[in-house]
């Protein structure tokens, strides 16, 4: 018998670190616009629900193969992050904070709107199967293994840009002092344009990977943006390494807080061990901006 919990043990960790590959990537992109503009998109979890639906559209009304759906759906909602600051978040950007929570809860409504006017309340699939994969006795989801591989290399690949490459470096210096940047050459306006493409790209990616694994409908952004925020605000905002290692500590919670009771009190575990954290640093795990 205890051999029997041990291996469901282990099979409940294991699944709680493929749930924190999907949760690192749902708050990347949060993180990197935070951290580039000083400024939380709340709407952010609206525009893959966006990209989700772009994506079952693609694919079940137009017949295309998944892949090219994913891709043109990734592209779509990067243009649309792009549109979003360019159309509404810029002219913003030097108000108090209160309007610009106010500005992205307007779109949170609007996108949550439109979605039910274009598509309806009902909830809409993909209707695409992935197997699951059996070790011994531990069963694991193929399309979470898949946001998992997909999550860890999209992370690598941003942290190899923001670290490799001069836009990134920029991208780096100008979160940390926005003031002194247009003195050295660097043109914000653009910075802020291509973060928030960069921001919009990965909401696309999690889209994908999303609709995978989940049915869409016009509030699953109400499902996923309480807990993408809360991840982002326990790792630090703007940080990205904070927020990569609070998505693996929410996805523990969710994940062995399940395995031992129900799933719905790993969630309340979660949220306990949040408020106790904002007791202890109130600016996060990690509050230094990488």
């Not at 290399?153 to 991208?171: E, H």
Request: charged share 10%; with cysteine; hydrophobic share 60%.
């Amino acid at each position: 018998m205890d051999s029997i919990f041990d291996i469901f043990f282990l099979e409940a960790v294991l699944n709680g670190l493929l749930l924190g590959g999907l949760f690192a990537l749902l708050s990347l992109g949060l993180n990197l616009i935070f951290g580039v503009m000083d400024m939380v998109w709340i709407c952010y979890a609206e525009l893959i629900m966006v990209g989700m639906y772009a994506i079952w559209w693609l694919h079940t009304a137009q017949g295309m193969p998944v892949l090219a759906a994913c891709s043109l759906g990734i592209a779509f909602v990067s243009l649309l992050g792009a549109a979003m600051h360019h159309f509404i978040i810029r002219p913003v950007l030097q108000a108090e904070p209160i309007n610009q929570l106010l500005v992205t809860g307007g779109v949170l409504f609007f996108l949550q709107a439109a979605a039910t006017v274009v598509f309806g309340i009902e909830f809409r699939n993909l209707g695409v199967q992935l197997p699951s994969l059996n070790v011994g006795e531990m069963s694991f989801s193929a399309s979470r293994l898949l946001s998992f591989v997909v999550a860890t290399a999209a992370i690598a690949g941003v942290s190899l840009f923001l670290r490799r490459t001069f836009l990134g470096t920029a991208i780096r210096a100008i979160s940390q002092d926005r003031a002194i940047m247009p003195l050295m050459g660097v043109n914000p306006a653009r910075i802020y344009l291509i973060a928030s493409a960069i921001g919009g790209g990965l909401a696309g990616l999690a889209a994908a990977l999303l609709a995978l694994q989940y049915d869409v409908h016009p509030a699953i952004g109400l499902s996923f943006g309480p807990l993408i925020f809360l991840i982002c605000v326990l790792g630090g905002l703007g940080n990205l390494i904070g927020g990569f290692l609070a998505a693996f500590v929410f996805a523990q919670f969710i994940s062995v807080g399940g395995f031992f009771f129900q799933l719905e009190w790993g969630y309340v575990f979660a949220f306990v061990f949040f408020i106790a954290a904002m007791f202890c640093k109130p600016q996060g795990l990690l509050a230094k901006r990488s």
